[in-house]
């Protein structure tokens, strides 16, 4: 299916740009004839329906090559970092096939032990295939056959392997693209790597659908962004908080033009009022929400009427609540679990939905902490966590990182336990901010929380480790802090 949409994108839009990289670029016509080739090799060699296989390549064109291939033959892509290890998960799903650099074919030869096709890639020749007079054989129409796995550790903090269908992900690029208004007239700008539904989604298979240019970037680099930005003018920019921080520290005299962007959606992590209004000041463009996830996919929610803070409605195509440990929905301005309610999607959507791992009953929870106002707009608080337990009382980090990153001169908050399972456990947080003290600080928490939630130990740092896809590493933190004492 996805194929086939590639094929009629190709008639339509021909040798329009479909792919700008930094090494070179791709029609429409051009991603359909290398995709042909390239699903025509690996048929030869003869890899089946349903086998995986895994890319492990940074954002570039060939990655779109290989994955429309892949949907041709209906295989199972699961995307990974090009660096690194592979992870278990991955190993245990048994991938035929590999396509990445040397060293990253390396560690597949070493670790999986089903793997019996190989193809290289570099940045100067891209994928390198042998010289063959195949031609791709009776492609088929794949609706229901999974194209992709992605690995999410979704609301239970274990890692689990998501699968999509091809119909599924067109139907709900479709929707998206609709929700947000993105049409051919488009240009998006990709700036994260490419192993993650999220980015998949966004940045591989909607700008396919809606006809549009996407600009990718191997890597972020807040400069080489902003000159993509000014120099493309891009018109959709879809990125992680961090993204956004970066841009909007960008010096003042270093020239931009950033008028060609009409829309800023913020994902994957809560986006701080500083952030924001950072951005806005610099740019003059406002950042709006989207809320969602793998493990919930396809629910998702958008801060349709721009409301400041909002990651959404609590209505929609998929209404959402806050409730609390019992499933009873909380009132305005009390903090719960955000959770989608199965009852109240719409129609269409259900059949996708129904066997989620994550639902319970009548709700699909995201493990996600937020609140609602009296008009119905949800604010994500964070993520919930194991809690912190404060003289019998518990006491969730997300609530804590919440109240901190409001105070416009923190940039970003990390909350842990101090003295872990001891009597005098309290609540620490390593802070990153300008110009503020820490009684102050402590003064401002005190204000907006009970007294056992406030931190009794804050430290200030430069920065803080993050993810590829610029999230909080919390796992990292929560290890070095593991034996932290008052």
């Known amino acids: 299916m996805l194929y086939q949409r590639l094929a009629k994108q190709a008639k339509i ?28 090799y690996l048929q030869a060699q003869g890899v089946k329906v349903g086998n995986p296989i895994i890319i492990g390549m940074p954002p570039s064109p060939e990655f779109y090559v290989a994955f429309y291939a892949a949907a041709a033959l209906g295989l199972i892509v699961l995307p990974v970092l090009p660096s690194g290890r592979i992870p278990q998960l991955i190993v245990d799903r048994k991938p035929v096939l590999a396509i990445g650099d040397e060293r990253f074919l390396a560690q597949a030869r070493r670790h999986c032990r089903a793997l019996r096709h190989t193809i290289p890639w570099n940045r100067e020749h891209g994928l390198e295939l042998p010289r063959t007079k195949s031609r791709l054989r009776g492609v088929k129409m794949f609706r229901d056959q999974c194209v992709i796995g992605v690995s999410s550790s979704g609301s239970t903090g274990t890692p689990s392997i998501y699968y999509r269908s091809q119909e599924l992900l067109v139907r709900r690029a479709e929707f998206r693209a609709k929700a947000l208004g993105i049409n051919a007239d488009d240009v998006l700008l990709s700036a994260r790597p490419f192993n993650s539904g999220s980015s998949i989604n966004s940045h591989v298979i909607m700008p396919l659908i809606a006809g549009c240019k996407i600009v990718v970037q191997e890597k972020f680099k807040r400069f080489q962004a902003a000159d993509a930005i000014s120099r493309e003018r891009v018109s959709v920019l879809y990125a992680v908080p961090f993204v956004f921080e970066l841009l909007a520290s960008i010096p003042s005299d270093y020239p931009t033009d950033f008028s060609s962007l009409r829309l800023c959606i913020s994902g994957s992590a809560p986006l701080t009022e500083t952030v924001a209004e950072s951005f806005y000041r610099r740019f003059g463009v406002e950042i709006r929400q989207r809320y969602g996830g793998s493990h919930i996919h396809p629910a998702f929610t958008y801060n349709v009427n721009g409301v400041p803070g909002a990651v959404g409605q609590n209505f929609g195509a998929f209404p959402i609540a806050v409730v609390d440990e019992n499933g009873n929905e909380h009132g305005a301005e009390t903090i719960g679990e955000i959770v989608f309610d199965y009852h109240r999607v719409a129609s269409p959507w259900k059949k996708y939905l129904k066997d989620n791992p994550s639902r319970r009953g009548r709700y699909i929870y995201t493990g996600d902490l937020g609140r609602m106002d009296t008009d119905g707009n949800v604010f994500i608080v964070g993520r919930k966590s194991p809690f912190i337990k404060v003289r019998g009382n518990r006491v969730e980090p997300a609530e804590v990182e919440a109240v901190l990153r409001s105070h416009p001169a923190v940039q970003e908050a990390f909350v842990y336990p101090v003295a872990r399972g001891r009597p005098n456990e309290a609540v620490g947080a390593l802070v990153i901010g300008k110009a503020i003290k820490i009684v102050d600080l402590l003064r401002y928490c005190a204000e907006r929380l009970d007294g056992y939630k406030c931190p009794r130990k804050i430290a200030f740092r430069k920065s803080l480790p993050r993810t590829p896809h610029g999230k909080l590493a919390r796992r990292v933190l929560n290890d070095e802090l593991a034996n932290e004492n008052l």
């Open 13 to 40: 839009y021909g040798n329009k740009t479909a792919i700008r990289s930094e090494t070179r670029n791709l029609t429409f016509a051009q991603l359909l004839e290398e995709s042909a080739a390239v699903a025509a």
